[in-house]
């Protein structure tokens, strides 16, 4: 079954700096790779997610990209926030199978 | 429009007790998901339902662990008897679009359970 690995498991950025979160998949057949938000006690959002036929895409100031080759994406948000403070989660999944969470990166950012 | 409800929302046990967890997913939404997630880490799918079966439930432990989605709404995901390992957020999530939808899943605010 599909695998998703998730670096880093914490990262730290001053406000107004870059964080970029990196995911790897196993299942070269996944196709739809979503990125969720969840601040403390909530529930997981999406925020943004690419399909295996666009190689960026791009929300404001998050971006997403997509390596098929090389079977990884990465989260892009630019200007960090405080409000950005959350885990952020990658997940994976192709039809007929559910998706497939990474196991987490916990972001703050300081003001 | 009315978002995933889950309830309750906190429950605390003693162990070998039973404990059920109630969603109901957002209106018109055929394929309902259990996920398991543990402090720390990402959600791990237990069962997922399309209307009122279960198609996907390899990962639900079945000595202790069931679910239901009788009338292919609302669900109940229940344990008997509760183990110290269980203590986690129990997630529930809603999609449209069936079994081949590939897309966004709508989730709930979570059921935490504590075991003692």
């Known amino acids: 079954g599909e695998n998703v690995e998730q670096h880093p498991s914490t990262l730290s950025v001053q406000e107004g700096d870059s964080a970029v979160i990196k995911c790897t998949y196993s299942d070269s057949a996944s196709n739809y790779f979503p990125w969720y938000k969840q601040e403390l006690g909530k529930r997981p959002q999406l925020i943004i997610d690419i399909r295996s036929n666009v190689g960026e895409k791009k929300d404001q100031r998050i971006a997403v990209t997509l390596n098929k080759t090389a079977k990884h994406f990465s989260l892009h948000i630019t200007e960090t926030q405080p409000e950005d403070s959350a885990v952020y989660f990658c997940a994976a999944s192709k039809r007929n199978t559910p998706l497939v969470f990474g196991k987490g990166t916990r972001l703050s950012v300081i003001a | 429009e009315a978002g995933v409800v889950q309830s309750p929302r906190y429950k605390i046990i003693e162990k070998k007790q039973p404990v059920a967890f109630w969603c109901n997913p957002i209106?018109?939404?055929?394929?309902l998901y259990w996920y398991l997630q543990n402090l720390g880490q990402g959600p791990e799918l237990l069962i997922r339902?399309?209307?009122?079966?279960?198609?996907?439930d390899s990962q639900l432990p079945k000595d202790r662990f069931s679910a239901e989605r009788l009338k292919g709404v609302d669900s109940t995901l229940k344990i008997q008897p509760a183990e110290l390992g269980d203590s986690a957020v129990y997630l529930c999530?809603?999609?449209?679009?069936?079994?081949?939808?590939?897309?966004?899943?709508?989730f709930g605010e979570g059921s935490r359970l504590t075991v003692l």
């Open positions: 209106s018109g939404h055929n394929t």
């Open positions: 999530a809603s999609s449209p679009g069936g079994l081949a939808f590939t897309g966004e899943l709508f």
């Open positions: 339902y399309e209307n009122e079966e279960a198609v996907d």
